[in-house]
């Protein structure tokens, strides 16, 4: 099979499916090329327990795309294929840890109302400070969410931004502002406030950035993540992130892109003016133009034959993260959480703050299964009951500081030698289940059926999780906004014309905002 195509886009993540949306709405001709039998990459849901509990497999929560760009271009058009989201008005997000007291739990809780949020704080003046830093971040919210949505390495996209915050009068105050953005997550709560709920509230939301508490730009992301929750809260989709993706498929098929399923992508082709080709498992698709949405590993050691002077060696430097692991749960009731006020809240993390997320984080790092690791528990039912059986319950357990290939046990039960094995798997996941059962008794007692997806598990259902890295790369400030990848491709147009290079491993990073396809989209319209 030999085509041609006005532009060919390798992957079908959400990147590549929005800007191979956007461009389809333009009227241009576009192929989408995936390796596996389904679209979305870490996008889907099904039933991985038992029939009737449907479970979203990978990622579930899309703040971050209702919030963006590629949502303003395209929300009408998805609604309109049955695109349809599940969200709260009251309590979002919530961390529970030991109380200082025997028998006792520390709970904060987030509500959508900043203010009945704030009012929750008991150490004097934690309330104004949180309000505080609400509305420092909408005095800069164009800077911010400007730098999200913009080509950082264009000088004309940097004068843009720069001038607008100057037209707004927004300048005063830049170099504190700056100050903050580059601290830790720890760091920046600890400027700010003197009680512990903030942080045991806030730092474990760093690790759906790709960070750690103790790593820098955390004091630009909290705040980011927190504002986000409060004016867009937790959208889940009805009935199953499976239905996002199939209601972008129907519009991709609805404005003509060729859809090559089960088809590898094999080389880029590149002649004297560029790209002239793809080369696939399937034949040769003749294009000028190509979107990657690959790791900088597999497009600049792999896909091109003869990279750029330099990127080969520099994407082989290129650093992952840690690797993360999901745990499916089908419950044959909800969960009872002591404190019944977490009944009700979509997310929950089970941390103490930056100093238990820390330490996990920390034992990762080294190689070592955390000894207390932080649990994700997501209630998806709370927002979309259709996701179980009437009066049972799914649970969606996401730990993001464990390693992909073990060297240790930091609490020194398990043996490791063999990896990631299915013993290995069930002893981690009864650990896991035994810090939810502090909190909530009778959860363990309750489980019908799990299904666990390990970091090795994650690196083979997508090529683009180098080990087991969900998250496209470490978000740490070297190979972040202007350094992401790395300097030598920090943009997404690359050396070779006609090649663009986008996904989590490219500016704006991780997340389901489909960032970095939309802004490759506006470019090419």
Same mark, same amino acid.
């Given at each position: ?15 590549? &499916? ?20 389904? &679209? ?42 049955? &695109? ?6 009251? *309590? ?208 600049? *050691? ?41 009944? *009700? ?181």
């Amino acid at each position: 099979m030999d085509a041609s195509a006005g532009i060919a886009i390798i992957g079908s993540g959400i990147n590549s &499916l929005v800007a191979a949306a956007e461009l389809a709405l333009a009227g241009k001709d576009v192929c989408l090329i995936e390796r596996q039998d389904r &679209l979305g990459g870490f996008i889907d849901s099904g039933e991985r327990t038992l029939p009737g509990f449907v479970h979203d497999t990978f990622s579930s929560w899309h703040p971050l795309f209702v919030s963006g760009g590629a949502y303003e271009v395209l929300g009408q058009e998805l609604h309109a294929r049955g &695109l349809e989201y599940c969200n709260t008005e009251g *309590a979002v997000t919530a961390s529970v840890a030991p109380g200082p007291g025997t028998g006792t739990s520390r709970v904060a809780i987030a509500h959508r109302d900043p203010a009945l949020t704030a009012s929750a704080l008991q150490s004097p003046g934690d309330e104004a400070a949180y309000l505080a830093m609400l509305a420092d971040l909408g005095t800069n919210a164009g800077t911010i969410f400007g730098a999200f949505g913009a080509e950082l390495r264009s000088f004309r996209e940097v004068l843009r931004i720069a001038f607008g915050a100057m037209r707004r009068g927004k300048l005063k105050g830049t170099e504190a502002f700056v100050r903050d953005s580059v601290m830790s997550g720890r760091n920046y709560l600890r400027s700010r406030f003197d009680g512990w709920e903030t942080d045991q509230l806030w730092a474990p939301w760093l690790l759906h950035a790709g960070l750690g508490p103790d790593q820098s730009t955390g004091g630009v992301m909290l705040p980011v993540m927190a504002l986000s929750m409060h004016s867009y809260g937790l959208p889940v989709v009805k009935g199953g992130a499976s239905n996002f993706v199939r209601a972008f498929e129907s519009l991709l098929r609805d404005k003509g892109v060729r859809i090559l399923l089960d088809t590898e992508a094999e080389e880029i082709l590149v002649d004297a003016k560029g790209v002239s080709g793809l080369k696939t498992s399937r034949g040769v698709v003749q294009t000028r133009t190509v979107l990657a949405n690959v790791s900088p590993q597999a497009l600049y *050691a792999g896909l091109l034959r003869e990279p750029p002077a330099g990127a080969a060696e520099a994407a082989a430097r290129y650093q992952n993260g840690r690797g993360a692991m999901q745990i499916h749960l089908a419950l044959n009731k909800p969960v009872a959480w002591l404190d019944p006020r977490l009944d *009700a809240v979509p997310l929950v993390h089970l941390s103490s703050g930056s100093d238990s997320t820390g330490i996990a984080c920390a034992q990762a790092e080294a190689g070592l299964l955390p000894a207390e690791p932080t649990v994700v528990v997501g209630q998806q039912c709370v927002l979309d009951p259709s996701r179980a059986p009437a009066g049972q319950a799914t649970l969606w357990l996401q730990l993001q500081e464990v390693p992909f290939d073990p060297a240790g046990d930091a609490a020194g039960q398990f043996n490791v030698d063999g990896g990631w094995t299915q013993v290995l798997k069930e002893q981690f996941m009864e650990r896991v289940l035994a810090r939810l059962e502090q909190f909530a008794p009778g959860t363990r007692n309750s489980v019908l059926a799990w299904d666990i997806l390990a970091p090795s598990d994650l690196a083979a259902e997508n090529p683009n999780a180098v080990k087991g890295d969900p998250y496209g790369g470490s978000a740490e400030l070297f190979q972040n906004l202007l350094w992401r990848p790395f300097p030598q491709a920090a943009n997404h147009r690359t050396p070779v014309k006609g090649l663009w290079h986008i996904g989590a491993s490219t500016h704006p990073g991780p997340g389901l905002s489909g960032g970095s396809g939309h802004l490759v989209a506006q470019k090419l319209k």
